[in-house]
């Protein structure tokens, strides 16, 4: 087991080190720069000032320079500053992550909370109006876009209530109370979507479960049902679950942008979508990174996890 | 698979649907009846609409209160960083002050026609000659209290390091490329020497990218001015949070005063959130949440002023900011051929784009603003001034085409992109259908957002041709809207649609060396040949739809409220006893 580890961490470093050539090549060919991306309608600048601008932001360099002053600063923890506010790379992701991890957590759990008990009782009643209501919420949580579901809400809870969840981020370690009436919208709403695929999964995976041999065995010696999927069927179910939830929760670290700005909430999703149109490479190879590293270490932690729900599956 | 509930549920889910979409558009389904016979559910609101609008919300603005201290007032804008020598943004002269500064902006009816200087830093300027100018500051105005600047006085040294520091960044290069030397003549007296004569060089130093004085302690403190943001405006920055806003609180030692001798500013914080989206705005609106916003179509505005009845609104019509155009590649054929683009000009007709755009609460837009070119109303912006090259006329347009060469048309590319507040999307249709009908066959291409800024920004060519809003001047200075935008000694970056005519260089720089007697009639002969040419085809404008809550008054410039064009303008700004009581402690409250 130490041994995959040591290999997979090695693997995943290898695979940090392409992500950070990979992102710091590609934002380089997109067109423009954080120099002309920043000017104000109105502004009418000399090709010679926008040198010296571009100059004093070291995007004159060589290619390799400034790659090798990026990876040199990365290795000692330091991702550089943003080329718009001038501030360090690591204190904008800060806050963002923190965000963006809060709203995921919620989110993911909101999910969970949806999914799996109607993904187990959609399994179990399978072709009853239980199995039907629930397919029914699924489909609806995969037809409605979250930006359609976030602009409906925050629209009606401000006509009808006067209300729209406050603005500014407090930590829920901080101030529960306001990190709730923060959150709780957004990660209702980012969690219906994942709770629909999550509760498919489930379902699909729990009566492909109930079908196996062990599983009539087990009812065959007379154990309760419940026995039966709690204990025999369900954490076999589990496997394609987690690797879903894995997935899912690495693209809920990027890909809750609209949400985020819909309602005001900027996590580092958002912080990268305004990078790239702001050409703000520093912060769009710092974010880029992050995500690596989440997913990478998401990976992992899932398929540790295959070998603990399922003691068949040894890793050597 | 099919189940006995499957339709059942399937009608459900289309009644939910279609609940859901009709209550969201309650414009439509409560829209005040119109007499028109032809009225249609769509179309319906429109003219109905804008007479009330008329009649509701005239030109000259409600008497306001007495001014009253305190509040909080809380508007969007979008802004990256709260430092000066990094980037530009109008809502930075809440902290830092500019020599001088528009007493309304340039936007609004009567500062189109008669623009107000307010004397902010500077108290006087004498033309010593066209190339040497004399600027008298104030004196007793002090930087905010805090380290490591302390409250000290800003003086003419300031002033100097400001200028120098500044000068050659982009975001201010407009307006102070042009000075060659800063002199510090006394405490309080700076010479500006300048590479070009300007006879109206003063217009330049007036807040909008001119630039800000800062005091060099803070700007060589570690952090800069993004850790020390220390200005002698009427707000100190109290909390930036990246992403999220900014809280600004008042400046106890600020030095302007209102006209009774009053302290300014009023307010006790201002609290700008960093919105992204529209529909955030609108339901921060809604909720109280903020309390002035830009609204960028009629439509929203309709639909804002349904659920919130008792909004303030200013509409007024645009000095030029906004309007809806097409560049076109004029260093090749057929575009080169004036003929050819006089005919594109005519196949277009304006009335429909202002429909289609906004309804019909449009006004015309040609080469530059109006009042540039002489005109004392903006009702002279009329088809009769512009001429036959702005008026619909089809059958003309192809007999143009013909004459150049082009009886069967061409084929062309336009470009477009989205783009906040302007609607692209439908502009670019329209006159790909106008075009077609005079045989031009259009191909529409749709950029990326920021490669579109980088080919209308002169950063990057376009093929041939690209819908994009005129450039703007940052005042109501020819020089900004006309000089540097048509003359061909600017490069791409400037002079953005690559005009390179003799005539008008000719004409621009007669104007440039004149000392002002001959200007206006230098201004309306390149207004002329402009309309004439046709270098860039300009259609329509949108008015602006500023509103405010009930509770807001701008003190003496009640239209000052875009928010990111003159939110300076909370300096003079005051919130009666119905605003919510808010704190400003923190951004996050």
């Known amino acids: 087991m130490r041994t995959y580890i040591a290999r997979r961490v090695v693997q995943g470093l290898l695979v940090l080190w392409l992500v950070s050539f990979a992102v710091f090549s590609l934002v380089r060919i997109l067109p423009g720069d954080a120099v002309l991306m920043q000017l104000d309608a109105a502004a009418a600048p000399t090709p010679e000032q926008l040198a010296r601008a571009r100059q004093e932001l070291g995007l004159d360099r060589p290619f390799l320079e400034q790659y090798r002053t990026w990876m040199s600063g990365v290795a000692h923890g330091d991702l550089g500053r943003s080329l718009i506010t001038r501030r360090p790379v690591t204190q904008e992701l800060a806050k963002r992550i923190s965000l963006t991890s809060h709203l995921a957590v919620m989110s ?89 695929v999550s509760m498919r999964m489930t379902r699909s995976s729990l009566l492909e479960v109930l079908r196996q041999d062990y599983v009539v065995t087990a009812r065959a010696k007379g154990a309760r049902e419940r026995t039966v999927i709690v204990r025999h069927a369900l ?40 990078a790239v149109l702001l050409r703000d490479y520093t912060i769009i190879q710092g974010a880029v990174l992050f995500f690596a590293v989440v997913i990478v270490a998401m990976n992992l932690l899932v398929d540790l996890s295959y070998s603990w729900l399922d003691p068949r599956i040894r890793y050597r | 698979m099919k189940t006995p509930l499957s339709r059942p549920i399937a009608l459900a889910v289309v009644a939910l649907v279609l609940a859901l979409a009709s209550s969201s558009t309650p414009a439509q389904e409560k829209a005040p009846k119109t007499d ?71 936007y609004f009816p009567e500062v189109q026609r008669t623009p107000v200087i307010r004397k902010t830093l500077a108290t006087s300027w004498e033309m010593v000659n066209p190339s040497t100018w004399i600027f008298k500051l104030r004196q007793g105005v002090r930087f905010h209290n805090r380290p490591p600047v302390n409250g ?33 003549v006394d405490k309080y007296t700076v010479k500006f020497e300048l590479a070009m004569p300007d006879p109206k060089f003063y217009l330049n130093v007036v807040d909008s990218l001119s630039p800000v004085i800062v005091p060099r302690e803070a700007v060589e403190a570690p952090g800069g001015l993004a850790e020390n943001p220390i200005g002698t405006g009427a707000f100190m920055l109290k909390e930036f949070a990246p992403g999220e806003g900014v809280l600004l609180v008042r400046n106890p030692d600020y030095y302007l005063k209102d006209k009774d001798g009053r302290a300014l500013p009023y307010l006790d914080a201002v609290r700008i959130f960093f919105t992204k989206d529209r529909a955030t705005d609108t339901a921060l609106f809604r909720a109280r949440q903020i309390d002035l916003m830009r609204v960028p179509t009629l439509d929203v505005l309709y639909a804002l002023m349904k659920t919130v009845p008792d909004l303030q609104l200013y509409r007024v ?65 009329s088809y009769a001034n512009l001429g036959p090259n702005y ?74 041709a690209i819908a994009v809003a005129s450039p703007i001047g940052a005042g109501p200075s020819f020089m900004d809207w006309a000089y540097l935008r048509f003359h061909s000694s600017y490069p791409r970056t400037v002079n953005r649609a690559g005009i390179n005519d003799p005539k008008l260089d000719d004409l621009l720089s007669t104007w440039r060396q004149d000392s002002g007697d001959k200007r206006p009639a230098l201004q309306r002969a390149v207004w002329d040949h402009l309309r004439a040419n046709v270098y860039r085809i300009t259609t329509i404008v949108p008015p602006h739809y500023r509103i405010t809550q009930s509770y807001v008054y701008a003190a003496g410039n009640p239209y000052c409220w875009f928010p990111g064009y003159c939110s300076y303008e909370a300096k003079t700004a005051w919130m009666t006893d119905k605003a919510p009581t808010r704190k400003f402690d923190k951004f996050a409250q």
């Open chain 2, 317 to 381: 019509p645009s000095f030029g900011w906004g309007d809806y155009g097409v560049s076109l590649a004029l260093d090749k054929p057929p575009f080169n051929d004036v003929r050819v683009r006089q005919a594109l000009s005519m196949a277009i007709n304006r009335d429909v784009v202002a429909e289609v755009i906004n309804r019909g609460d449009a006004t015309l837009y040609g080469p530059f603003p109006w009042r540039l070119a002489g005109y004392t109303k903006r009702a002279d912006y």
């Open chain 1, 235 to 274: 954490k076999n179910a589990f496997i394609p679950v987690v690797t879903i939830i894995g997935q899912q929760f690495s693209v809920l670290l990027g890909g809750t942008v609209i949400v985020e700005f819909i309602f005001l909430q900027p996590g580092v999703g958002s912080l990268l979508l305004d």
């Open chain 1, 108 to 196: 993911m759990m909101v999910a969970l909370l949806i999914a799996l008990p109607i993904g187990v009782l959609a399994a179990v009643r399978q072709d009853t109006p239980a199995d039907y209501v629930g397919r029914l919420g699924a489909i609806l949580g995969l037809s409605l876009p979250d930006f359609w579901l976030a602009t409906v809400v925050i629209t009606f809870l401000a006509i009808w209530f006067h209300w729209i969840p406050p603005i500014g981020f407090a930590p829920i370690w901080q101030d529960p109370a306001r990190n709730l009436s923060q959150l709780l919208i957004p990660a209702v709403i980012i969690g219906a979507r994942l709770a629909a």
């Open chain 2, 36 to 106: 028109a016979p032809d009225a249609t559910p769509f179309a319906y609101a429109a003219p109905a609409f804008i007479k009330e609008l008329d009649t509701r919300y005239p030109a000259s603005p409600p008497v306001p209160p007495p001014p009253r201290y305190g509040g909080v007032l809380q508007f969007p804008a979008t802004i990256r960083t709260f430092d000066p020598t990094a980037g530009y943004r109008p809502e930075l002269a809440l902290v830092w002050d500019t020599l001088t500064e528009w007493e309304a902006t340039w």
């Open chain 2, 391 to 464: 008026q619909y006329n089809p059958k003309r347009a192809k007999e143009l085409l013909a004459a150049a060469g082009y009886p069967s048309g061409f084929e062309t590319e336009l470009e477009w992109a989205e783009f906040e507040g302007w609607t692209y999307n439908e502009f670019v249709q329209l006159v790909a259908r106008f075009w077609s009908d005079v045989g031009v066959r259009v191909k529409l291409k749709q950029l990326e957002t920021s490669t579109w800024i980088n080919k209308v920004g002169g950063a990057q060519p376009f093929t041939q």
């Open chain 2, 152 to 184: 000290r006085e800003m003086t003419a040294e300031d002033v100097k390091y400001s200028y120098e520091l500044l000068r050659d960044k982009v975001q201010y290069a407009t307006r102070a490329a042009l000075i060659k030397t800063i002199h510090v």
